[in-house]
């Protein structure tokens, strides 16, 4: 089994950036991809950022350019800086996992973002 614990959430003003941290409860090494969703009011859950074993990264278009997704292996944990936000980057933001040898999928509780116009 596996935790996934986001913090970094909160309030920010259009224009403004804030930091994103999923901390896992055992070596991300051996995750496959690693990465964030998030869910807005009313909206179905999307895929904002992940990266790969490997380091290759995926960007859903609104995002790119103003958030970056990294990890750092010895700390087990994942960040997304999102800079330059918009009012429509509001939502709660999960922490996604997928170990593909196990066949098994994590998420996070989630840490909400808001953004202010």
């Known amino acids: 089994q596996v935790q996934l614990v986001e913090s970094g959430g909160g309030l920010a003003q259009a224009g403004g950036s804030l930091r994103l941290s999923c901390a896992a409860s055992?070596?991300?090494?051996?995750?496959?991809?690693i990465g964030w969703y998030r869910q807005a009011p009313g909206k179905q859950r999307e895929l904002v950022a992940t990266i790969g074993s490997g380091g290759i990264t995926n960007y859903v278009d609104s995002v790119k350019g103003r958030f970056t997704i990294s990890k750092v292996n010895t700390k087990n944990t994942v960040y997304l800086q999102m800079l330059s936000l918009k009012p429509e980057d509001t939502a709660v933001y999960y922490c996604?996992?997928?170990?593909?040898?196990?066949?098994?999928?994590?998420w996070g509780q989630g840490t909400q973002v808001t953004v202010s116009s």
């Open positions: 055992r070596s991300i090494v051996t995750f496959t991809t």
């Open positions: 996604y996992a997928h170990v593909r040898r196990l066949g098994a999928d994590y």
